[in-house]
């Protein structure tokens, strides 16, 4: 339904030499308690980000989710503490008296569905949706709208443990009513996905839900007051919208713009379809990577997770891309494993402690995503990316671009005490035992 947002962002878009509302993006993150102890990160973090968002909501709050656990079920474990998650859910709890409507489209089966219920007594409106039935994979999206306003992106699910005990990261930005309606946009198509209980797509999807910004079109922005091109993409295919860009697109577009360095920061790395049996080789995103090296000069840096869950085939995928370092080939490839310590109390954690963030940055762009690197995340299941791309822009004394915020970001981790650089030659390079 166009709402004054909507309104203000056609105006705009129509007049876009006028000038860019002043949003405001924020850089969020969460580190994971007992991280960074003597040197603590300035970032905000998310709990903090959601529940600002929360506290500006006046008329609607649109939540897409892999699944919903705010609160921790088994408080046995004293030392951890859900907090966060807590005051996040009980201002979610409070929305409906406020007159805010809650919508939530949450993937379907849920695991635990105790916080959605406990939601939907309240008035929100819940839609669980079953992608399974329609294109083999999950809802793994993690995107906020607030008022059709302000918008969330990143990599924390709505998880206690992603706002205390799971490093993510993500982009909080608000006043930007064209980029948080194209986001709305993406949630409409979860929603109708999940109003219609036949596992059947619409043979198109309708104009209201047609994207916003692509990377054929981005929206011109000014972010933080340096101007910005900026697009929303999304995965799988099959439930984009007309003029959608499709996730992987924009990761591989990104890849190839780069010319001086590419950082990517993700959970899991590989080349391979995991869902299917037998797996097959998916060399999308790695090909990219080696052409970049190999071919463009462009130095390639890798910063994966290690955890009980990695797969291990993903070390040996890496090591063959770091066997590109020999001469005469010389690439400028480079892997290091992040790997969160913990106390005995939080070793006991089920899925915590690691790093969850999914971002990349070259010299040029930023993306900031949902989805691990494997085949499945862009093919089946549902994820989205946002790309901010400030190439060649002015910037002011005093400002900063979002390029240079997350280079930094990028290389305090890299030359941390927790990142260990990988080499072709380790064998046994994530066993349990580092946990
Ligand atoms: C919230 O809504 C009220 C009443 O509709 C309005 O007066 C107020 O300006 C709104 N606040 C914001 C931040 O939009
Ligand atoms: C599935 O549901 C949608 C809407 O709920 C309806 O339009 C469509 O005809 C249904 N398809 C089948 C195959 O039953
Ligand atoms: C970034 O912007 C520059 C300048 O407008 C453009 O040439 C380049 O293709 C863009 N890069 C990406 C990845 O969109
Ligand atoms: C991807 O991410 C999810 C959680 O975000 C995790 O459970 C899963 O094991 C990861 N890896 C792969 C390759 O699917």
Not at 11 to 31: A, G, K, N
Not at 107 to 115: F, G, L, R, V, Y
Not at 158 to 184: F, H, P, T, Y
Not at 266 to 285: C, G, H
Request: aromatic share 10%; net charge negative.
């Amino acid at each position: 339904i166009p709402g004054v947002a909507w309104i203000e962002c056609a105006v705009w878009m129509l007049y876009s030499e006028l000038p860019s509302p002043p949003f405001r993006v924020r850089l969020v993150e969460t580190i994971p308690v007992g991280l960074y102890e003597s040197d603590p990160p300035s970032l905000p973090s998310i709990s903090d980000s959601w529940l600002s968002l929360l506290g500006e909501a006046n008329s609607s709050v649109h939540i897409a989710a892999f699944y919903f656990t705010l609160r921790a079920t088994d408080l046995e474990l004293t030392e951890p503490t859900d907090s966060q998650g807590r005051k996040v859910f009980d201002q979610l709890m409070q929305l409906e008296s406020k007159g805010v409507k809650l919508q939530i489209a949450v993937n379907a089966p849920q695991t635990s569905t105790q916080d959605t219920e406990n939601l939907a007594a309240t008035g929100a409106e819940i839609r669980e949706i079953d992608l399974q039935a329609v294109t083999g994979g999950i809802i793994h999206t993690k995107l906020w709208v607030v008022d059709q306003k302000h918008f969330y992106v990143g990599s924390a699910n709505m998880d206690w443990r992603s706002l205390s005990q799971v490093k993510e990261v993500g982009l909080a930005i608000e006043d930007c009513s064209c980029l948080a309606q194209d986001a709305a946009r993406i949630f409409g198509v979860y929603w109708d996905i999940g109003g219609r209980k036949n596992g059947s797509l619409p043979p198109y999807w309708p104009a209201r839900l047609s994207a916003l910004s692509s990377s054929q079109h981005p929206l011109r922005l000014k972010f933080n007051g340096v101007p910005a091109h900026v697009y929303l993409s999304s995965a799988p295919p099959q439930i984009s919208a007309r003029g959608r860009t499709d996730d992987l697109s924009s990761i591989l577009s990104v890849i190839e713009d780069a010319q001086k360095f590419i950082y990517i920061s993700v959970m899991d790395y590989l080349p391979l379809s995991q869902f299917i049996e037998p797996p097959r080789f998916w060399p999308a995103i790695d090909s990219a990577l080696r052409s970049a090296a190999c071919t463009r000069g462009v130095e390639v840096r890798l910063l994966v997770s290690c955890w009980q869950h990695s797969p291990a085939s993903m070390f040996i995928f890496l090591q063959s891309l770091l066997v590109l370092n020999r001469p005469p080939l010389a690439c400028d490839i480079s892997v290091n494993v992040f790997v969160v310590p913990s106390t005995s109390a939080q070793s006991k954690i089920p899925f915590a402690r690691v790093n969850h963030a999914k971002y990349m940055v070259t010299d040029r762009v930023v993306y900031i995503g949902t989805s691990n690197w494997s085949e499945n995340y862009f093919t089946q299941t549902a994820g989205v990316g946002l790309v901010v791309n400030q190439t060649g822009t002015v910037v002011g004394s005093g400002q900063v671009t979002l390029q240079s915020q997350v280079e930094e970001l990028f290389l305090r981790d890299w030359n941390s005490q927790y990142a260990r650089t990988l080499s072709d030659s380790d064998v046994d390079v994530c066993s349990r035992h580092h946990h």
